[in-house]
């Protein structure tokens, strides 16, 4: 796949999805897609926020692996989408 900013190749991987690479051999590769999901995991990829109220946070889909933690079901939250115009998803 390419960005269709830049034009560079990418590769959009992150824990949970399924991918496999294809015209590669399937045991290598999943060996290689293995080795690349621990090296996206590492803490010094990773940002935790800390929320306090007023807190407003975003981020690019396009550029960003990103998940919740586990929260207490009894605290309120209010969650918001926003999109904002730029290139379009891909």
């Not at 399937?26 to 807190?55: C, M, N, S, T, V």
């Not at 926003?82 to 891909?90: A, K, L, Y």
Request: charged content about 30%; aromatic content about 12%.
């Amino acid at each position: 796949m390419s960005c269709p900013d830049s034009g560079k190749k990418i590769l959009y991987l992150n824990a949970a999805n399924e991918v496999e690479i294809v015209d590669y051999d399937p045991e290598e590769g999943a060996k290689l897609i293995e080795r690349l999901r621990q090296h996206i995991k590492q803490p010094k990829f990773a940002y935790q926020h800390h929320w306090a109220k007023g807190d407003l946070l975003y981020w690019d889909n396009q550029a960003t692996a990103h998940y919740r933690p586990e929260f207490d079901v009894n605290t309120t939250r209010i969650l918001k989408r926003v999109s904002i115009r730029g290139s379009r998803p891909f």
